[in-house]
Nanobody, 115 residues
Framework: VQLVESGGGLVQPGGSLRLSCAAS????????MRWYRQAPEKEREWVAV????????YYADSVQGRFTLSRDNAKNMVFLEMNSLKPEDTAVYYC?????????WGQGTQVTVSS
C-alpha cells in the first residue's frame, strides 16, 4: 500500500498550487479519500474529503471556496487544487485513504505560503 503526495512548494500569498496523491496497492476506487494538514506546533487538521465516485466533496470552513478536491479512479489519483493561498495555509499536507478498518497515509508534502 502506498500513497505518494506531490506538488507542494513555496508560493506567494494569493497564488495557487495543485497537490497530487498517487495511490497503489489497494482498491482505490472503493476508498474515501481525504486531505489533512499539519502546521508547525499545531495538531493535524482535516481539510477536505471526497466520496468514492467523486461526486461529493466537503471542505473545512477555512478552505471552503478556495480549495477543490477531485479524483481520477482510472488513474488511482486524487488532486487538491488550492487557490488564493494564505500564509495560514502553510503546512505539511497529507493524503489519506479510508475504508472501514483500513486507514492509509502518505508521507506528506510541504506547502509554504510566504512573500
Amino acid at each position: 500500500v502506498q500513497l505518494v503526495e506531490s506538488g507542494g512548494g513555496l508560493v506567494q500569498p494569493g497564488g495557487s498550487l495543485r497537490l497530487s496523491c498517487a495511490a497503489s496497492g489497494f482498491a482505490f476506487s472503493s476508498y474515501i479519500m481525504r486531505w489533512y494538514r499539519q502546521a508547525p506546533e499545531k495538531e493535524r487538521e482535516w481539510v477536505a474529503v471526497i466520496n468514492t465516485g467523486g461526486s461529493t466533496t466537503y471542505y473545512a470552513d477555512s478552505v471552503q471556496g478556495r480549495f477543490t478536491l477531485s479524483r481520477d479512479n482510472a488513474k488511482n489519483m486524487v488532486f487538491l487544487e488550492m487557490n488564493s493561498l494564505k500564509p495560514e495555509d502553510t503546512a505539511v499536507y497529507y493524503c489519506n485513504a479510508w475504508l472501514s478498518r483500513n486507514d492509509y497515509w502518505g508521507q506528506g508534502t510541504q506547502v509554504t505560503v510566504s512573500s
